[in-house]
């Protein structure tokens, strides 16, 4: 049985890739994120990093999870110092990736309990709290903050605002029904909030520092017309967010987009993809004139997971990934790409290496491109 | 895929509920509150290139999964006109085709079809509606999925490994409090069958298959954690094709020669005709029933000889039973002001 796509989506979709400039020709770092990293600790941690590091890569993505970081409430909650903090794990981990030479871009998000009214993880926070929480995380990673054992820690310029607010898995709730079953974008309006108040708190805390706003997930489409809120899980879409942040005023210095295309790399037309990244262009010029994007999550699982529900073979994904990051080059705004993850786990099956550590074709492949990446710069 | 679903959604009961267009019907389970059906497509993605550029850009990807439409309070009519899509698994390793599904009362497992890598196999659902992903291995290597099914809180499933070996793979998806976490009741047993690829089946305490499907014998026994226990062989005349396994036994589809034929087999041993003919019939089994597409006339039996309870008014390519009820789908064609559209429309019916 075959059948045909259709949809909005079809519309000039691969036109948009083709119609590309040429690379300006500095290319897109490559990195890869390693989930596990804030699991682990001691020499378990090291070894770990030391297996990151194997790669090649320059570049990586850590999840700061800030209900781990912060399981009660602050009372000095822009002190990094505050008691209730625990960064024990992050401070080894960022020492132990300038060790390495690896940088990294930090994600922060995980709403702890005492923030939301029902305890969960993925409750829309206040935003006042969340940007005090940014604020302290940009002044303990800023190069000027010691531990408590007089360790100096390193700079990290590169800072996330949450991750995916626009799916349900990671911020609630996405929308409610307005006037006339009128979708009304309500994670939009409160990750907006979120943002202004973390780009305030950041940029108090580190001047130098890059707050990447956005980090949409592959979901939403470009925009939210003719969406029903139904269940107040329907996804906000990248426009809707781009469009509030514009409305609030809020001075993000780049815009971070998840791709997990279904199909090759260059010829994945549902957005968000390769081909139709570039529909973005317009509304991010109106935050900021040429505004960077980074790609902080790209993949191709390589069997089946309830979380992408698509997989390719392990010699496609190999293939695939070596595309990914020649389209990353070619592509002028995408100043950084991150493929997600080092490790297979029963969640996610994109990695490098499968659940028992052995190594997919892909490895090779990423280990042959990341390392020549490494003079390019995201600034 | 919402675009395949039609049909306006009703507060009454509606005898019928149809997909637009044909789809590619895998296999279909009624359960006490709900018709579930296995579908299969490949998916042509066209796009026009940039500029005015000869050719279009195209790649291909195929998807499985289930769709399900609930029932009335009799059980005997839709609650509503549309099908709702549950489970997608989409790839573009290869087809997914050839898929089964398997199914108590409540829950069901998808046995995703395919030989360019090993098939995923999704149970469906906890409670709150989670699938729990009960196999799902990318390697090359990986053993592969031959058959199985559901088996009172366990679900079975036999595997042939790279090097030919054969193991029956017992877990319990629905004890599982976290869906992604490892099954601890997990146990695997080393099997001294062959059965060919689909030629064993599993079904609420019963397992059957045939490896030798030329010679036409069929092993019945009882599946357990540690294997199935004594098997008892049953003689068909013919190639065996199908098979399934059903309350008191099995139920298979052979050919001799020119001739079809569906054969209710039971541990005594014994096999008890159900239907003969000189056209591949359709079969569906569930629950003690078997239903069977005769062209366009749907046969049922409980126990003897296959009758007829209804006349499709459209090819049939899929049906199934579960008891006293028959479910059926009719690939149809209406002519509307903008031309012809086809739909497929499932049906439900008692069985005789």
Known sequence: ?379 | MSLLVSGAASATAAPAASFSGWIGIADARLQRDRLVVLDQATLRVREPRAGGARGPVAFTYHRTGTFEVGLNRTRLRFDRAAFTERLAIRSSAGSLAGGRLAADDEDYLVIAGGRAVAPPVVWCCTPDGTEVVVESDGRADAPRVIGGGIDGDRVRLVLRGADGSVILRSSAPGRLADADAPDGSRTDAVLGINPGDGLVDIDRGRMVWSDDPDGGVVWIAVPSDAGPGPAVAVGVPGTVHRLWAAAGGGVVLTRQGLVWRVYRLTPAPSRRLVWAGRQRPVVGVGNGSVAIAEGRRILTSRGGRARRVATARGPVPALTADGDRVAWFERMRRRERNGWTRRTVARLGRVR
């Open chain 1, 1 to 379: 049985m075959t059948r045909r796509v259709t949809g909005r989506w079809r519309t000039g979709a691969v036109c948009a890739l083709l119609a590309l400039a040429p690379a300006s020709g500095a290319g897109a770092v490559a990195g890869i994120q390693d989930d596990r990293l804030p699991n682990l600790s001691g020499a378990e941690l090291q070894e770990r990093l030391g297996l990151l590091a194997g790669t090649g890569t320059p570049l990586t993505r850590v999840d700061v999870l800030w209900r781990r970081v912060a399981p009660t409430r602050p009372t000095d909650p822009r002190n990094p110092d505050d008691p209730a903090y625990d960064w024990s794990v992050y401070d080894q981990i960022m020492l132990g990736l300038a060790a390495r030479g690896i940088r990294p871009i930090l994600d922060f998000y995980g709403t702890p309990p005492w923030a939301s009214t029902r305890g969960g993880t993925s409750a829309a926070p206040p935003p006042v709290h969340a940007g005090m929480f940014a604020g302290a995380l940009a002044r303990r990673y800023s190069g000027t903050w010691r531990t408590a054992g007089g360790v100096l820690l390193p700079e990290v310029r590169e800072i996330e605002l949450w991750n995916e607010p626009n799916i349900p898995l990671f911020w609630r709730p996405q929308c409610r029904s307005g006037p006339g079953r009128r979708y009304v974008p309500v994670a939009a309006t409160r990750y907006a909030a979120l943002a202004d108040a973390s780009v305030r708190e950041i940029r108090a805390a580190n001047q130098d520092a890059i707050v990447i706003g956005g980090v949409a997930g592959p979901s939403g489409n470009l925009d939210d017309r003719g969406k029903v809120c139904r269940t107040g899980s329907e996804s906000v879409s990248a426009g809707s967010i781009i469009a509030q942040l514009r409305r609030n005023g809020v001075r993000i210095d780049a815009w971070s987009q998840h791709l997990y295309p279904i199909g090759p790399p260059a010829r994945a037309v549902f957005f968000p993809g390769w081909p139709t990244l570039p529909r973005l262009a317009p509304m991010l010029d109106r935050l900021r004139p040429g505004m960077p994007v980074y790609v902080t999550e790209t993949g191709y699982h390589t069997s089946y997971n309830r979380y992408h529900r698509y997989f390719v073979t392990e010699a496609q994904q190999a293939r695939w990934l070596g595309e990914t990051f020649r389209l990353a080059d070619r592509t002028p705004r995408v100043v950084a790409t991150v493929w997600f993850n080092l490790q297979d786990n029963p969640r996610w099956t994109g990695g490098l290496l499968h659940a028992d550590l052995t190594r997919k074709p892909a490895w090779d492949t990423f280990q042959g491109i990341a390392p020549a990446t490494a003079t390019r710069t995201t600034s």
